[in-house]
């Protein structure tokens, strides 16, 4: 089957050097209220100087990898528009009376996570595995109460020590053949990575 283009943001897989399924317990952190900017499950999160968390921005994302905290997992808040406090899978950008909580699997201070992650367009190939990559955002997709991340994997990959991404090998290594994502000839296969939260010079 062909690869789709899909994007989903970062995907919790396992834990490096571990056969076990992990948990992947959360943290909680503070989306300010007066943020416009929509969040959806699977981007990844960046620390403000004012204590708060926004997602990632640009193509590719230029943040270094100190700046990162976390994939942003859904959050709860109160709406003004419902006049409860309600859970969501994403932050809407808007409609809250107070600053909302936001839930992140954690980069920074955790158990190393491998995630899964779509290619932008060219493909990642098995020579990009030990190599430095970043981020590129584009908008949430979806509708209603769900949106999904449309982060992908940047498919320039480089040396440099301060990307937040390191490839640790390719979906089609441990899933079926022809599964959506394995060929690595085509644009939008899927890469595994974990973060590169001690700055590591790539390959």
Do not use: H
Not at 43 to 64: E, F, H, K, M, Q
Not at 134 to 161: C, E, M, R
């Amino acid at each position: 089957m062909a690869n789709v283009n899909a994007p989903f943001g970062l995907l919790p897989y396992g834990l490096n050097n571990s056969p076990s399924t992990p948990s992947f317990p959360t943290i909680t952190r503070k989306i300010a209220q007066a943020n416009t900017n929509v969040l959806a499950k699977g981007d990844p999160c960046i620390d403000l100087n004012t204590g708060y968390i926004d997602r990632t921005t640009g193509t590719p994302v230029t943040s270094a990898a100190s700046l990162y905290c976390g994939v942003f997992w859904g959050c709860e808040y109160v709406s003004v528009s419902q006049g409860k406090k309600v859970w969501s899978t994403y932050w809407p950008g808007g409609d809250a009376a107070g600053d909302a909580t936001a839930y992140l699997v954690p980069l920074m201070g955790a158990t190393p996570g491998v995630f899964m992650i779509q290619a932008l367009a060219d493909p990642v190939v098995f020579a990009d595995i030990g190599r430095n990559g970043q981020f590129s955002y584009a908008a949430p997709s979806g509708g209603g109460i769900y949106k999904k991340s449309g982060v992908t994997l940047d498919t320039t990959t480089n040396t440099t020590a301060t990307w937040p991404l390191r490839i640790i090998g390719l979906l089609s290594q441990i899933s079926a053949p022809g599964a959506p994502g394995t060929d690595d000839t085509a644009s939008y296969n899927i890469a595994l990575v974990s973060f590169n939260s001690l700055q590591v010079t790539g390959i």
